[in-house]
Each structure stands twice: as structure tokens, then as C-alpha cells.
């Protein structure tokens, strides 16, 4: 089993940072594309982006140039610098990793989510 826990959530203003943390543990064989996505309220689920472990890219149209997603493979952790962020990117943010726990396959694995509220 893979585990994700994320963090660097909270309360911010509008036009205020953060950076968000997902760390991977557990039976790690193997991680490919590690991805950001969330869900504000009233609305489902949505890609922010993902990178893969040679550390390609891509980005949801509508929040690029805000938000950047990076990666640390040696720590098996993915990161995402929210910035210029509005009451509109409120919501849960969630991890996600495709990953090889060893037993010869990969499979998705998610966090439980960290809060962004972006409020004055």
C-alpha cells in the first residue's frame, strides 16, 4: 500500500500564497505521474495539474501561470505553489500518484485532502 498525506492548507487572503506538501510512503516500488486536483464547493473534481517523474508537466488552462507543480523524487513528494490565489480557488485540495507498490502494476492512489480558503 502507498499512503499520501498532504498538507499546507489554511486560510489565506485574496492575492496571498501557499504551498501545498504530498508525501508518499509506504511500499514505494515504483512512482510514475503524481497530480494535484480539487474540488470547490458545488463542483466535482478537477485536474490542477500533474508531473511525471522525469518531471514533465501540464496544467488545467484556467490556472496556469498561477499555480506550480514540482517534484522531489528522492523524498517521493510533490508540491504545488498556489499564487495570485482568489475566493474562487477555495476548496479541497487533493494528492494523487500513480504508483507500483511493488506488486508489478500500477494503480491510483489519493490523500485525504488538505482545505485552501481563500477569504479576506
Known amino acids: 500500500q502507498v499512503h499520501l498525506l498532504e498538507s499546507g492548507g489554511g486560510l489565506v487572503q485574496p492575492g496571498g500564497s501557499l504551498r501545498l506538501s504530498c508525501e508518499a510512503s509506504g511500499s514505494i516500488f515504483s512512482i510514475r505521474t503524481m497530480a494535484w486536483y480539487r474540488q470547490v464547493p458545488g463542483k466535482q473534481r478537477e485536474l490542477v495539474a500533474r508531473i511525471t517523474s522525469g518531471g514533465s508537466t501540464n496544467y488545467a488552462d484556467s490556472l496556469k501561470g498561477r499555480f506550480t507543480i514540482s517534484r522531489d523524487n528522492a523524498k517521493n513528494t510533490v508540491y504545488m505553489q498556489l499564487s495570485s490565489l482568489k475566493p474562487e480557488d477555495t476548496g479541497v485540495y487533493y494528492c494523487?500518484?500513480?504508483?507500483?507498490?511493488?506488486?508489478?502494476?500500477?494503480?491510483?492512489?489519493w490523500g485525504q485532502g488538505t482545505e485552501v480558503a481563500v477569504s479576506s
Open positions: 494523487a500518484a500513480d504508483a507500483d507498490d511493488g506488486r508489478g502494476y500500477y494503480r491510483a492512489y
